[in-house]
């Protein structure tokens, strides 16, 4: 992947902000706290093969995986499961809202379908995750009897919570979740790992990505793209660009973007600061947005991610009768009228006073996307600590949940 900030007009950062950014590199590089998703791509070496074989079993079993989580728990393996095009097994997702729709639809899913279930929950208190845990439960139960049990995946804290207890006690295979890596950066440990590999996705290559990439974004200096992205960012956010606007030219990556906001939402959005992280995916929301983001409220940045995707092109056709005037695009391939859409919008924006840092990848395959997923975490963490704040917590997530408790009536709450 390769970063070019040109299009934000700022060009190389200042010094003020270079500087800025090597005060909080130190913080985020001393380590300790949460920040051990620092070392998950080297950590995870070790478990690479167990994560393997589960994922092998799964297969083997079954034609679809039910994934419950949400949030931290969710959003990484399904941008990672869109993303590559996975062929494994079918990913079925609950516990990531409470719609009761989900739930029959996926049922309607399963009904003949021999299925597996994964149920990743770091808390493992989520109340989402929990409701699906015991649905998904019942209905293994009455599929599969007394070795339903064989068929459930935890994903949780080594030690700590409900799910944990519950695995021990029924004898489920799990994976832990490291105690110093939250939610929203544990998409290289098994919480992402574990249905990407049942999906059918080369994790060994993920990681490789992963690993290349924390090397080669490793160093303290200007010439660092994870620098430049967070400098560049966090000048323009001084400069009132308030909302950052996520997007990409393959709607297979619209999951990614929504692991990109869950990412900066929860890291920057604290004590009244932070940048609104947005998404689109063009060109289907140009038609949609295009006009807001061409002629809004001037307090939009833009970050685009262009991956081609080499997975599969089209040419357009010939028509002897061009009544659509179509004809000069004859044999062109729709990968290149796409590129020449994003270079097109990419100069509109600008024009239009939105500052757009692009981010091309060459290939959207598994190497690259560790590669991202690193990229971006660094970023993250390093744009939070220029920000001021701490990019590892999430206090104001609890707000609601208590008051939700309270009008449920849990025990403890009213
Ligand atoms: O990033 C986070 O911490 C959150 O988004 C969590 O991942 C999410 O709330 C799910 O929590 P848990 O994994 O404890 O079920």
């Excluded at 992963?210 to 992205?229: C, H, I, K, L």
């Excluded at 947005?278 to 685009?304: C, K, P, W």
């Excluded at 005037?325 to 796409?338: E, F, H, M």
Aim: proline content about 5%; overall charge negative; glycine content about 12%.
């Amino acid at each position: 992947m390769k970063l070019d900030t040109a299009g934000t007009g700022a060009g190389l950062p200042a010094e003020g902000d270079l500087k800025k950014a090597a005060a909080a590199w130190e913080k985020l590089m001393g380590g300790g706290g949460m920040t051990g998703w620092l070392e998950l791509p080297r950590r995870m070496k070790d478990s690479e093969a167990d994560i393997s074989a589960a994922a092998a079993e799964i297969m083997d079993s079954s034609r679809a995986l039910v994934v419950i989580g949400i949030g931290g728990s969710y959003l990484g393996a399904r941008a990672a499961a869109e993303a590559l095009d996975a062929q494994g097994a079918e990913l079925i997702y609950v516990g990531k809202d409470m719609s009761p729709r989900t739930y029959r639809d996926a049922a309607r899913q399963l009904e003949d379908k021999d299925f597996s279930v994964a149920v990743i929950s770091k808390s493992g208190t989520t109340v989402e995750s929990a409701i699906a845990l015991r649905v998904f439960r019942q209905l293994l139960d009455k599929k599969y009897g007394p070795s339903a049990g064989k068929r459930i995946y935890a994903v949780t804290d080594p030690e700590k919570g409900a799910l944990r207890r519950m695995a021990r006690e029924n004898g489920w295979k799990s994976f832990p979740i490291p105690p110093d890596v939250g939610g929203r950066y544990s998409v290289l440990s098994a919480v992402g790992l574990l249905p990407m590999a049942a999906a059918g996705i080369d994790i060994h290559s993920v990681l490789d990505g992963a690993r290349d990439a924390m090397e080669e974004y490793s160093d303290g200096n200007p010439e660092n793209p994870v620098w430049q992205y967070a400098a560049v960012r966090n000048a323009l956010y001084s400069a009132g660009k308030k909302t950052e606007l996520f997007s990409a030219y393959e709607p297979s990556l619209g999951y990614f973007l929504e692991w990109l906001k869950q990412l900066f939402g929860e890291s920057e959005g604290k004590e009244g600061k932070g940048i609104f992280p947005a998404s689109a995916v063009f060109t289907t929301d140009l038609h949609s947005m295009g006009q807001y983001i061409q002629q809004g409220e001037r307090n939009l940045m833009q970050t685009v991610i262009y991956a081609e995707d080499v997975l599969c092109d089209m040419e357009i056709p010939y028509d002897e009768e061009d009544a659509d005037g179509l004809n000069y695009l004859t044999g062109k391939k729709l990968s290149w009228v796409r590129r020449k859409a994003f270079e097109g919008t990419l100069q509109a924006h600008v024009a239009g006073g939105v500052p757009v840092n692009v981010i091309e990848v060459p290939e959207l395959c598994g190497e690259e996307l560790g590669r991202l997923f690193c990229f971006f975490q660094l970023a993250c963490g390093l744009s939070g600590h220029m920000l001021g704040v701490d990019p590892f917590n999430q206090p104001g997530v609890e707000e609601y949940k208590s008051r939700m408790f309270s009008l449920l009536g849990r025990p403890g709450y009213v």
